[in-house]
């Protein structure tokens, strides 16, 4: 499931982040009309989110007017939902007779604004969005991308140190390094204060193992907190988006 969201705030870009990211919807972000159509048609989104809080009525109503007017019909029927700030009788009868098929307030909560968005795709598509989380891939030799981890075995408290090969909403893939004992690791461990860096902010998070061998180790979060949850969505947003 794709959704594009419109708008020339980081703030609002931000809430979005950390609603659907988390809920593997992949999200692109969109900042003037000029890309959007641009994009709409390369891209193909299965839904747009258009703010109208930021932006002007008039310029977001031109853009629905473009699109629903396009000669592809598979543009023509992108979902289009605005995200709003206050309810204005005459400005939601025109957004519907332009097409607009739902709408957001400012205030809605990120598991509002996610089940919102699958249900509208389901609504419009009649099946429920494939989804899956978005996995960014690392490289360790370089110095820009390189993040340790570490955390201790539950069976016999060995340090255990590794490198991020990729990340995503729902977990890790590590190259580990150096030597510990065999049972130091096995799948179905499971692992607390697993710590790590990212843009500055240490992370500190428990985990399960799903996948080892000797020099790789995957790991599934479990019981994330919330300030872990929304610094792990931006940072995939941000690299995946080129950031």
Known sequence: ????????????????????????????????????????????????????????????????KTIKSSEYEEIKKIAVILFISTIDKQYITAAVQLGVVGFIKNNSSSEFIAEYLIKTYEKVKGASPERKFARVSLDPNNPNEKISVKFRSPANLQLIIGVIKDISFGGLALDLVGTFPEDSIAVGMEIRNIQFMIEGKDIDVDAVVVAYQKKFCALRFVNMSNDVKDTISHFIFQKLSGI
């Open 1 to 64: 499931m794709k959704v594009f969201i419109y708008t020339q705030s980081y703030f609002v870009r931000n809430i979005f982040v950390t609603s659907l990211i988390p809920q593997g919807i992949n999200l692109i972000h969109v900042e003037n009309g000029e890309a959007l159509l641009q994009k709409a048609s390369s891209e193909k989104p299965d839904l747009i989110v258009m703010d109208v809080i930021r932006e002007d009525f008039d310029e977001v109503f031109t853009l629905i």
